[in-house]
């Protein structure tokens, strides 16, 4: 009996500590900081529309955040976001986690418009990148944490490149997630689209806002969205 306390004591140690990673997160380093001066969501400079970027609750680890440019835009772990503001056009957003990629698209991104996209990770199923733009209940859930969510940005201290750098095979980790996200059938796809009547709605999900497109416009290619600079 006594030789195998050691052992329990152990076993309560390591849960203890895979308890600790979820809630804070973990899986490299994170480049980011407290934002300074931070952006009013909502208010994107003219000519120019906005995205907000967020994992408002636990999470396992630290995701890194590009476009189909490569562009890379910050970092999220458990309960942060941060926020950015993008010339108008076509997006495919990718978080990176570990050596697995997540698309979430946007369509059409114009002028003045906010979209959000963010993170869920439950204990039980695996990481999901998705649209917060919309009026579902882990969409409306999330939005209304950012409030309380720590707003964060990128440390100058390190570059884009050295952030870029750290992630493995950038180009192989996007493309598995273009493939996971055209196999996808069309409920979850919708998930992680960032709708053109999600972003006339502005956030508002009361109906105030009405619908400004028929659903049949052929969306832009993806390649052809500007860069965020």
Do not use: K
């Not at 998705?130 to 939005?143: E, I, L, M, P, Y």
């Not at 055209?182 to 709708?195: E, H, P, Q, S, Y």
């Not at 502005?202 to 109906?207: E, I």
């Amino acid at each position: 009996m006594l030789r195998s306390r050691p052992s329990v004591r152990v076993w309560l140690s390591s849960l203890v500590l895979a308890a600790a990673s979820i809630g804070c997160g973990g899986g490299g380093a994170f480049h980011m900081r407290a934002a300074q001066g931070a952006a009013t969501i909502g208010t994107p400079p003219e000519g120019r529309a906005q995205v907000v970027f967020s994992i408002p609750e636990r999470s396992r680890d630290v995701v890194s955040i590009v476009d189909q440019r490569g562009t890379y835009y910050g970092q999220l772990r458990a309960e942060t976001s941060f926020v950015v503001d993008v010339a108008p056009g076509r997006y495919r957003f990718y978080a990176i986690r570990d050596r697995n990629g997540y698309a979430v698209d946007v369509p059409l991104l114009e002028a003045g418009q906010v979209a959000y996209v963010g993170g869920v990770d439950p204990l039980i199923t695996g990481f999901v990148w998705r649209s917060f733009t919309g009026c579902d209940v882990d969409a409306t859930r999330a939005r209304s944490a950012l409030s309380s969510v720590a707003r964060m940005e990128p440390d100058p201290a390190v570059s884009s490149s050295t952030a870029l750098a750290e992630i493995d095979d950038l180009p192989r980790r996007t493309g598995e997630a273009d493939r996971q996200l055209d196999a996808m059938n069309a409920a979850d796809r919708a998930l992680r689209t960032v709708g053109a009547d999600d972003l006339a709605r502005g956030g508002r999900c009361d109906g105030s806002a009405p619908s400004t497109t028929s659903g049949d416009e052929a969306p832009p290619p993806v390649e052809e969205a500007p860069p965020a600079g």
